[in-house]
């Protein structure tokens, strides 16, 4: 079976090497420095020490799964690359709320998906394995389908820990609520994620943001509750971790914000709420973003 990795960086890298370590056949799908350093070779530390030779393309190929591990906004182009080949199944594994959408527009067999693994770029070509957590992949439809038990076997087969489940999409909504309370104050702040639970003024504008997610969340029928306690204890959990829109603003980089607080301020929109702090949020992370682009 040839499973591949649409955007190997940290996340992609760390599966894409988990997998070809179970003994699939692995294209790693990179572009730049990233790829010609993956051309000489993958390094893993962290929980695992490792080296390894692994196939590095710059376009994707034909393959039974594709893994999609790009940033949120190079998913339509990605999906367009895809419709040139014959992919497979494709499960994202991405931040933010719509990449499901934006792929199905293209593609036909698409899941979603959620992971805690936690993993960092060091370096072009060495990624840091810096937490073990759970995967879990679902079909949009709710169903159990053929496509996402094939998936969670090549992840359980992996080492990975992995669940099939029915409500990938209120997974997928939680994950992203969360990320937008905790990620856009560590990227404003310039702080790691432990400092939104600890600092008592961050903490009282990451529940308010935290809040205004979970009524979103009720509004289009999710089932949730208590939503800032679990944003408290994510927090804690990953405390010494800079979030990846840290890093993208430390690097000068383009933020994943648009699909994150930017997803949850238009949804509220439309079902005529407001979410205050989240625009708050949304808007000084792109001015912050634009004055690094700049």
Known sequence: MRVQIMGAGALGCLFGYLIQRAGYDVIFVARGKQLEALKKGLRISGLVEDFVEVNAKENPVNADVTFVTVKAYDTENVARILAEVNCGVVCSLQNGIGNEEILMRYLDRVLGGVTTYASNLVDYGHVEFAGM???FVGDLSGEITDD????????????INAEAVR???????L???????INPITAVCRC?????AEVRELWKVAERIALEGEEVMKAL????????????EVAMKTRNNRSSMLQDIERGRRTEIDFINGAIVRTAKELGMDTPFNELMWLLVKGVERLGLD
Request: net charge positive; proline share 2%; glycine share 8%.
């Open 133 to 135: 957590g759970e995967t």
């Open 148 to 159: 996402v038990l094939k998936v969670v076997e090549v992840l359980r087969n992996s080492g």
């Open 167 to 173: 409500d990938i999409r209120r997974r997928i909504w």
């Open 175 to 181: 994950k992203a609520v969360i990320n937008s309370a």
């Open 192 to 196: 790691r994620n432990g400092a939104v």
């Open 221 to 232: 029928g999710f089932e949730v509750e208590d939503v800032p306690e679990i944003v408290r």
